[in-house]
């Protein structure tokens, strides 16, 4: 596995491999890697040449107080696991090579992609988002890119620029990796107590009950709604942020549910906020 820490270092060994007519897959992450991450690589692996893996957590991305000190960091564990996958590069950059001091430039994404959901309760977090993985993609350049479906939203917002922009890559978003009892796996479960990783999976299982009642043929999505919501209100613990029942293209909240939609919400345990989401086949 070869490390970069600059774009200029990476960017040639980039070319060594473009040289060969290499296939280039990228995964980029923030890091503390777990089963999700390894799903995105795995893929990657599958079905490129060269898979190059990014860990970098991206200052822009979060607000002040939105806990950009406390993310967790576990980077000799992460080069072990890359190792251990085989990956071709690690790219690791510093906030100085991904931003320098001078950095004035936005990609603004707009509509309801953007400013609905996690684009109201973080109204900074997608410009971060896209002004990274805009820099990321222009740096590496890869033929494909690998996303998770577990941050929807994310990805339905790089599909967007990456097709306003006209810029050359393929994006592959990967089913969402849970725990063993349906917590969807992210970085910051490591963060909550004993007590709240317990009751942690509740979205999901009220996910589940909402998808139910929707085979079942409820269409409304407010009773649909009212199922989640009941059910996470039985843990005091639990601060709901929004959960919405969405057209998963135009992320607009449907009046009616008679198309697959996508149920999507976002809590709080204790300060940590846990985002999840589950697609509703209607067929
Ligand atoms: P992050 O390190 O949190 O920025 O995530 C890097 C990539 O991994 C993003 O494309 C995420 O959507 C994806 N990802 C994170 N958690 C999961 C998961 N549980 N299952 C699948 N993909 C995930």
Known sequence: MIICETIADVRQ????????GKRIGFVPTMGNLHEGHLSLISASKEECDITIVSVFVNPTQFSSGEGFEKYPRTLESDQEKLKDLKIDILFLPDENQMYGSSSQTLVLVG????????????????????????????????????????????????????????????????????????????????????????????????????????????????????IITEHLICFKEIEIDYVAIIDPVT?????????????????????????????????
Do not use: W
């Open 111 to 226: 509509g309801t992609i953007s400013n609905s959901l996690e684009g109201c309760s973080r109204p900074e977090h997608f410009n971060g988002v896209t002004l990274i993985v805009t820099k990321l993609f222009n740096i590496i350049a890869p033929d494909v890119a690998f996303f998770g479906q577990k941050d929807a939203q994310q990805a339905r917002i790089i599909y967007q620029f990456v097709k306003d922009l006209s810029i050359q890559v393929v994006l592959k978003v990967l089913p969402i990796v849970r725990e063993s009892d349906g917590l969807a796996m992210s970085s910051r479960n490591t963060l909550l107590s004993k007590e709240n990783r317990a009751i942690a999976p509740s979205m999901y299982e009220g996910m589940l009950e909402g998808a139910k009642a929707i085979r079942d043929g409820e269409t409304d999505p407010m009773q649909v709604l009212a």
């Open 13 to 20: 060994k980039i070319s060594e491999f473009k040289r060969k």
């Open 251 to 283: 992320f607009e909240e449907v009046e009616e549910i008679n198309k697959d939609v996508l149920i999507i919400g976002a809590i709080f345990l204790d300060n940590i906020r846990l985002i999840d989401n589950y697609y509703v086949d209607r067929n």
